[in-house]
Each structure stands twice: as structure tokens, then as C-alpha cells.
């Protein structure tokens, strides 16, 4: 007896292509950010951890961000309102910074404060703070 894998999710690489392949076995797991079986995400009780692929899950998607601009040079507080933000347990959020241009490049993280829709966290010190691309803003 041979045992068969009859589902590809790991194919998907982000949120909205898992949602949008329709397999009935993948569902993307929103805090380890892959998509998965159901079993193979933690915490997958929770509706907001492991969105299913057929229903009608919505992906996390960043609304807005107070202050809309920031200067390299100073460490400031910024708001994030977050639409479906996963539910956490005896955890907590980070804020991740990095160069967006480069996924590979290190990542600076600061602790999050979550209030409702939104999470709130200093910049990292502007010593650490990642290069920003030439030109953008």
C-alpha cells in the first residue's frame, strides 16, 4: 500500500492564490503563512488561523498606516489598521522590517500592541533600520 499525496498546497505561495485554487484540502494558515492542510497548520481550530479555500475566507490585507511616510532617521510609532487579523493566544504580534525588495535580506522585528483592528509598534533604532530601495518614498 502506497500513500499518495492528492494535494498540492505548498504550490501556493501566498494567500490569495491558495484561496482562489478551490482545493477542497488547502486552506491557508495565516501565522505560518503557507498554505496547507488543515492538519498541518497549528492552532487550526481557530477560524482565523486556517482559512479554507472554499467559503468565503478573506485574506489579511493592511487598511492603512499612521504615519503614512517616516524618516530612516528617527525611530517612530507607527499604527497599522489590519482587515481579518488572526486571533492570538498567549502569543504575541512583531513587527517585521525588511527590504522589500529583497525578501532574503535580514529582517529587524519590534513588539506589537494589538487593539482591535490595529497593531502599533515602534521603527527599529535608525542604526538597524533596513536600507529603503533608491527612490522610493
Not at 500513500?3 to 505560518?32: A, R
Not at 481557530?46 to 530612516?72: F, Y
Not at 482587515?83 to 527590504?99: H, I
Request: hydrophobic share 25%; proline share 7%; aromatic share 6%.
Amino acid at each position: 500500500m502506497f500513500k499518495i499525496e492528492t494535494q498540492k498546497c505548498s504550490q501556493y505561495d501566498s494567500c490569495q492564490t491558495c484561496l482562489e485554487s478551490n482545493d477542497p484540502f488547502c486552506g491557508w494558515c495565516s501565522l505560518e503563512n503557507k498554505c496547507s492542510v488543515r492538519s498541518k497548520c497549528l492552532n487550526n481550530d481557530d477560524e482565523t488561523r486556517w482559512l479554507s479555500s472554499h467559503g468565503d475566507a478573506r485574506c489579511s490585507k493592511i487598511i492603512s498606516m499612521l504615519p503614512s511616510k517616516i524618516q530612516k532617521g528617527q525611530s517612530v510609532k507607527i499604527k497599522l489598521e489590519v482587515e481579518n487579523l488572526p486571533n492570538v493566544r498567549n502569543e504575541t504580534y512583531k513587527c517585521v522590517f525588511r527590504d522589500a525588495s529583497d525578501p532574503k535580506s535580514p529582517s529587524r522585528q519590534t513588539v506589537a500592541e494589538k487593539n482591535g483592528k490595529s497593531v502599533s509598534c515602534l521603527t527599529p533604532e535608525p542604526n538597524l533600520m533596513p536600507d529603503f530601495p533608491t527612490g522610493s518614498g
